[in-house]
C-alpha cells in the first residue's frame, strides 16, 4: 500500500515541487494551499504524513494541528524534532533503521535522501 502525504504550502512553486519529488519517490501525494481545506483533506483521506508550512494565509499552522491533522500518538522524548522524524521514518521508510529517505547529517540535522534531477 502507498503512503500519502498532505502537503500544506501555500507557495504555489514550493508545494508543487515538494509533491512531485514525493511522488517521484513513490508516495501518493495530496496538496492544498489553504489550512481549512487542509483539515477537511486530512479528515476525508486519513494521510500517513502532513508537510505543514507554519505560516499560511487563512490560519497558522498550528491551528491546523489543533484543529484536526493531529492525532496520532507516538513516543517523545527529550529532542522534539528527533521524535517526530523518527516518526515519520516510521511511516515512510522501508526500514527505520536504516533510513534513505530522511537522512541524518552528522552535526547538522536532516535532510532529504531523494534523488536529484538530472
Known sequence: MT???L????????RQLIRTY??????????????AEAITLAAA?????VVLDL??????GEEVL????????????????DSHIRNLRRKIEKDPARP???????????RLGLARDG
Do not use: K, N, W
Open 45 to 49: 483521506v486519513s494521510p500517513d504524513l
Open 22 to 35: 514525493l511522488e517521484r519517490a513513490g508516495f501518493s501525494a495530496l496538496s492544498t494551499e489553504s489550512g
Open 3 to 5: 503512503a500519502t502525504v
Open 66 to 81: 489543533i484543529s484536526g491533522v493531529r492525532g496520532h500518538e507516538f513516543a517523545g522524548y527529550e529532542r522534539t524534532v
Open 7 to 14: 502537503v500544506v504550502e501555500d507557495e504555489r512553486t514550493l
Open 55 to 60: 505560516s499560511l494565509p487563512d490560519m497558522s
Open 100 to 110: 534513505g529517505i530522511v537522512q541524518t547529517v552528522p552535526s547538522g540535522g536532516y
